[in-house]
């Protein structure tokens, strides 16, 4: 069974940092991406990064470019999503997921393409 672990979420000032971490197990695909979402009170679950772990391309939607990097630890099965400069209205539950198979990074920021999901970690960022 795929299983997605994530974790790191808390409570941080607005220009602070988190690191959120997704330990991923299970995949029986050597093509597959991960990808970090998120959902806000009120508001659908849309992409925010995502990795493939044929050729480490990466993909950040437009919110996040310059703030969040995404990054993978293959030796420990995890993929790291480093927060920089976070804004109150980066406030959401995240969650990572994994598509199994070939892909674009564009396509595996797209929540109906994904295959597996973890449970959510809250971050919330005050003003």
């Known amino acids: 069974d795929v299983q997605l672990q994530a974790s790191g979420g808390g409570l941080v000032q607005a220009g602070g940092s988190l690191r959120l971490s997704c330990v991923a197990s299970g995949l029986s695909f050597d093509e597959y991406a991960i990808g970090w979402f998120r959902q806000a009170p009120g508001k659908e679950r849309e992409g925010v990064s995502c990795?493939?772990?044929?050729?480490?391309?990466?993909y950040h939607v437009d919110s996040v470019k310059g703030r969040f990097t995404i990054s993978s630890d293959d030796a420990k099965n995890t993929v790291y999503l480093q927060m920089n400069s976070l804004k109150p209205e980066d406030t959401a539950v995240y969650y990572c997921?994994?598509?199994?198979?070939?892909?674009?990074?564009?396509?595996?920021?797209?929540?109906?393409?994904?295959?597996?999901w973890g449970k959510g970690t809250q971050v919330t960022v005050s003003s």
């Open positions: 997921a994994a598509h199994e198979g070939p892909g674009t990074v564009i396509a595996s920021v797209v929540p109906d393409n994904m295959d597996y």
């Open positions: 990795i493939r772990s044929d050729d480490g391309n990466t």
